[in-house]
């Protein structure tokens, strides 16, 4: 925050995090750079929020990347996927100099962005869309901010194929306007100029203070962030037999074994004939979540 103005921020940076999220995906690297982009931009909503719960940020376009998820919970824990066509995102460069043409050109002439939040505690659920909008998932943001929220917001975020990062700057509401004719404006200006590169490079102390020296820039204790996904034998148990029986008897006699890989890790939940019977025959049993096991 900037001590004695109306001005207060969220920075991320992810490294092994981001890292662990795609170990088991080959993204292009414009592809890449983008799920990055809504990784960071995931946290730093995610950072907002007062209780228990969790975000998802899913963006629906209509170019190379059709659907685009990123979570974080309250806890910080993220995950996120990307599906895209691969001959069309093969067209694309992994030039990100490009810029706003990458952005136009993964996520087509339209689409839209949705904003989820969901309390754990309070059964609440609030969803916000706004169009895709300007030349990039940062400008979007702004615009949701704007549309939703209606708090003045500038972000910017960045990614690469070893970190993602971000940084979100709002104008408190209700500040006075003496106070946010200078604060503000200039926080505006600081952001507008902040590249990709120091957002992904340089200390962030430094980076924050350097943005604003003339103001008293306050920078709080940092939280962790992990790659934690959210898959587990309990919920491929429950679409196994969502399924039917006749379903998933059909695919091991075709298959041997019936494999489920949950797509935001890539882990592989596999089910021989055994554990079959068990989720059909004693569902319930001791046995059979021995046999899953």
Request: some cysteine; charged content about 20%.
């Amino acid at each position: 925050m900037v001590e004695n103005q109306p001005v207060r921020g969220q920075w991320v940076r992810l490294g092994e995090a981001w890292r662990q999220l795609c170990a088991n995906s080959e993204y292009p690297p414009a592809v890449r750079a983008l799920l990055g982009e809504a990784v960071a931009a995931s946290v730093l909503l995610a950072a907002t929020l007062k209780f228990q719960g969790r975000l998802t940020l899913q963006l629906n376009g209509e170019g190379a990347v059709r659907l685009l998820v990123a979570q974080c919970t309250h806890q910080f824990g993220v995950r996120a996927i990307a599906h895209y066509d691969q001959a069309l995102a093969a067209t694309i460069s992994g030039d990100l100099a490009r810029g706003g043409q990458a952005f136009r050109a993964l996520t087509g002439g339209g689409g839209r962005f949705t904003v989820t939040v969901e309390a754990d505690e309070r059964n609440l659920r609030y969803q916000g869309i706004v169009p895709l909008s300007g030349t990039s998932l940062a400008e979007s943001l702004e615009d949701y901010f704007n549309a939703s929220e209606q708090l003045p917001t500038r972000v910017r975020l960045a990614g690469d194929a070893g970190r993602c990062a971000g940084l979100l700057v709002q104008k408190l509401p209700g500040a006075d306007q003496v106070q946010a004719s200078t604060a503000w404006p200039a926080a505006q200006r600081a952001v507008v100029r902040l590249g990709p590169a120091a957002l992904l490079d340089q200390p962030v102390e430094p980076l924050l203070r350097g943005l604003l020296p003339s103001y008293d820039v306050r920078l709080f204790s940092a939280s962790p962030v992990a790659f934690e996904c959210r898959c587990g034998e309990g919920r491929v148990t429950s679409l196994l037999r969502a399924l039917g029986a006749q379903e998933v008897r059909s695919i091991l006699a075709e298959e041997g074994a019936v494999t489920v890989t949950c797509e935001f890790c890539g882990r592989p939940y596999r089910f021989d004939a055994e554990a079959v019977d068990a989720l059909f025959i004693h569902p319930g049993t001791d046995e059979a979540s021995a046999l899953i096991h």
